[in-house]
């Protein structure tokens, strides 16, 4: 089966209309995936699509939003809040639940996590969920070897501090997937690399299909309880 070609939707926050891709029929059971933050997202876009492409080939539709300040948003991110980028991704649920008549499962990765808690889903799946406090230390770190501030993400300085005192909420049903390398709890480990460690955008064939097998599998668990 195939997961079909890209397409592209618009939601309103309640302040602008940001855009969505969406791979798969609408009308299926739907997921959400919230992207990792700052400069981890341009490392792991292509494996969260072919994630998506995956599941998408399996019987759902698969959304991906872009938060205020990222992507295709004509925001700057000094212009925004965290609480803005918690409620693009409520906007977004909603948005997914009008189209397709149902609650989404939540599948974070990374950053994602520290935001994902305030939708009506029927479950969250999480990958390599991170602190905020983890994340600013590594955007400290680039910004001493790299010359650019936080990696070139001028963050205004209360989404700073919101980042940093963030950590994921506690939610469910959750399922905790890791990879094998990553000391942290987890109801699942995998192999693969490190993609936000890198200092390139890149992807793991393997790491996506082993993500989309448990997510499949495990949203399918969500969908019949």
């Not at 029929?25 to 072919?50: G, H, M």
């Not at 980042?163 to 994921?168: E, G, P």
């Amino acid at each position: 089966m195939s997961g079909g070609a890209l397409s592209y939707e618009r939601f309103y926050n309640g302040r602008t209309n940001e855009w969505l891709l969406r791979l798969g029929d609408p009308r299926t059971p739907p997921i959400l995936f919230v992207p990792p933050l700052f400069e981890e997202l341009n490392r792991t876009r292509a494996l969260i699509v072919a994630v998506m492409r995956r599941v998408a080939a399996e019987g759902n539709g698969c959304w991906l939003p872009d938060l205020r300040g990222t992507g295709e948003s004509l925001l700057a991110v000094e212009e925004v809040t965290w609480d803005d980028w918690r409620h693009d991704v409520s906007a977004a649920a909603g948005h997914i639940a009008k189209e397709s008549g149902k609650r989404p499962v939540m599948a974070s990765l990374r950053g994602g996590a520290l935001i994902d808690d305030g939708v009506e889903a029927i479950g969250w799946w999480r990958f390599a969920p991170a602190t905020g406090a983890a994340l600013a230390r590594d955007l400290d770190r680039a910004s001493l070897t790299g010359g650019a501030e936080w990696a070139g993400y001028p963050a205004s300085p209360g989404l700073r501090d919101a980042l940093r005192a963030s950590i994921a909420a506690d939610v469910t049903p959750l399922r905790t997937v890791r990879l094998e390398t990553d000391a942290g709890a987890a109801d699942h480990k995998v192999a693969g690399p490190a993609l936000w460690r890198r200092s390139e955008p890149g992807t793991s064939a393997e790491l996506a299909e082993a993500l989309a097998d448990d997510l499949i599998k495990w949203s399918r668990t969500c969908a019949a309880s």
